[in-house]
């Protein structure tokens, strides 16, 4: 199978609705940092301003996303952040999506061209506004999560 020669970066930092399944985005081509993150937080106030409900936005703990930046600009906007335990993508639906991304148009697939490397990733992103691929990704993003008995916590 042919392989790209040369590095292009094609950067998505996302957000899902975990009940609605709205997806928010920030894509670049250069490094996702601290002002993509409030890039993100930003998009998610203006979404949600109308709403009058508060919104949590859940994270890992990449570094920029942990900084004062992004914790200031959060309070600013009146947004919880919460932070998932470290080494646990399980419990964030985000990973579930980009895993589907992935499936959807990537495995297995050669680009010839970074742009439509890049075209592929924003209509597979699309499609979560589609009726039809919102049915299919209900089971995809579900709020089930795998937990695990017996673990060293449940001794203490």
């Known amino acids: ?9 094609y950067n998505v ?21 601290s002002s993509s993150v409030c890039e993100l937080l930003e998009k998610i106030s203006v979404k949600h301003e109308k709403d009058n409900i508060p919104v949590t936005v859940v994270l890992d703990n990449a570094r920029y996303q942990r900084c004062a930046y992004v914790t200031d600009r959060a309070k ?14 399980n419990l964030n639906i985000i990973e579930r999506l980009w895993k589907w991304t992935k499936k959807d148009c990537l495995n297995c697939k050669y680009y010839s061209k970074f742009s439509e490397f890049v075209e592929a990733i924003n209509h597979s992103l ?7 691929n919102r049915d ?10 795998q937990l695990y008995d017996n673990s060293i916590y449940d001794q203490v």
């Open 136 to 145: 299919a990704l209900k089971t995809h993003l579900a709020l089930n999560f």
């Open 126 to 132: 699309a499609k979560t506004a589609n009726k039809e």
């Open 13 to 33: 930092l996302g957000a899902i609705d975990a009940v609605s399944h709205d997806f928010i985005s920030v894509c670049n081509t250069s490094y996702i940092n």
């Open 76 to 89: 600013e906007l009146k947004i919880e952040l919460l932070f998932l335990p470290s080494y646990s993508p």
């Open 1 to 9: 199978m042919p392989t790209p020669s040369g590095r292009s970066r």
